[in-house]
């Protein structure tokens, strides 16, 4: 469903009805959701593994993988660990 398609559906929604959508509506914005945490604090842990990274990254530009083909080189990853877990011992 498309969101013209949920919009034109809430327009026809009774008073009562909208009223409940909204207010579910409020509470499903304010919880957010687990990919959006823009918002969010890192603890000083994480900050100094960003920091780590980068220093790397900037000692050594080449250890940086492209974005392209990433998918790819994970599922063979996951692939291969797959392979040695099913092989006997």
């Known amino acids: 469903m498309s969101v ?3 919009e034109k559906q809430v ?3 009774p008073p009562e009805e909208l009223a ?3 207010e579910w509506s409020d509470a499903y914005r304010d919880a957010g959701s687990p990919a959006d945490d823009e918002g969010a604090e890192l603890d000083e842990e994480q900050k100094q ?5 980068r220093a790397a990254y900037l000692a050594d ?3 940086a ?3 392209e083909g990433t ?3 994970v599922r063979q990853r996951l692939h291969g660990l797959r392979r040695q877990k099913a092989e006997p011992r």
Do not use: G, V
Not at 49 to 53: Q, V
């Open 20 to 22: 409940q959508f909204a």
């Open 49 to 53: 593994e960003i920091l780590r990274r």
């Open 61 to 63: 530009p080449s250890i």
């Open 65 to 67: 993988e492209p974005w």
């Open 71 to 73: 998918i790819d080189r």
């Open 11 to 13: 327009r026809t929604l």
């Open 4 to 6: 013209a398609e949920i």
